[in-house]
């Protein structure tokens, strides 16, 4: 059976009071479902509320949106991955499109917060993907394959999923054709099946919804979706991942 990930990045919203209503929505409108599983990626504040909720649910799971790669320490505004496990996380997202643009993460840094989610024992979610002006010009696998030497290291056997994310199409509503998405899956599977990486589940993100989830998942390359705006509506998200083909 294949086997579907619906991870919802709730960015800057959602707090913790608005996570438990959420959730409680959620829930009732979501029923486990054998062939499909749903992380959320609360913000920091919201994550225990979140985590302790999902756990009852083996189908669901917690995640952080970042950490940073000291253990602890004095680093103002910051969570590491052990504080980011305590509060219930069982995963992380690293070197999303926001941190990488909005925040100046370079590429090196991925590799060290992939590094330190291995070493907290969180699942590492890395996201790659390119800008416009680098797919005009051509360099859309040149860029991804970089993200990945860099975030990857050497650490290639690591289980982690790696979602593609197009910075042209996220939060923009112009999604990736589903063909557009399986040439760069294809790209970044190649890439760790020549380092004989372990199973890696790939993700697409960027401007899902529910009217072209069910499109996009009809692509075998897509294993799920990274999704942001069509979250955080409890309702709405419970919708997509209940209706998405499989
Ligand atoms: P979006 O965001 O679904 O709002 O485009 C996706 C993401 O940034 O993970």
Redesign the pocket.
């Known amino acids: 059976m294949r086997a579907l990930l619906f991870a919802a990045?709730w960015?800057m919203h959602i707090g913790p009071q608005e996570a438990r209503t959420y959730l409680s929505t959620f829930l009732g409108q979501y029923s486990e479902r054998p062939d499909r599983q749903v992380w959320f990626f609360p913000p920091a504040v919201s994550l225990e509320a979140v985590a302790t909720i999902v756990a009852k649910r083996p189908d669901l799971l917690a995640g952080a949106q970042d950490i940073y790669w000291e253990p602890k320490g004095a680093y103002t505004g910051a969570i590491s991955g052990p504080l980011a496990a305590q509060a219930g996380a069982r995963a992380t997202l690293i070197g999303?499109?926001?941190r990488r643009h909005v925040f100046g993460e370079t590429y090196e840094q991925t590799g060290k917060k992939l590094a330190a989610a291995v070493r907290a024992g969180l699942h590492p979610v890395l996201?790659v993907g390119e800008t416009l002006a680098q797919r005009d010009a051509g360099e859309t696998l040149t860029v991804v394959t970089r993200q990945l030497e860099a975030a990857f290291g050497a650490r290639v056997e690591v289980q982690a999923t790696v979602?593609y994310?197009p910075v042209w199409?996220?939060?923009?509503g112009r999604n990736a054709t589903p063909q557009d998405a399986a040439l760069v899956h294809q790209a970044i599977r190649g890439w760790l099946n020549d380092r004989q990486a372990g199973e890696t589940r790939i993700l697409y993100?960027?401007?899902?919804?529910v009217k072209n989830a069910s499109q996009l998942l009809a692509e075998r390359e897509l294993d799920g979706v990274?999704?942001?705006?069509?979250?955080l509506d409890p309702k709405i998200w419970a919708e997509l991942v209940r209706t998405a083909a499989t």
Request: glycine share 22%; net charge negative; aromatic share 0%.
């Open positions: 990045n960015k999303h499109s926001e996201c979602a994310e199409a996220i939060g923009t993100g960027g401007s899902v919804n990274l999704v942001g705006g069509a979250s």
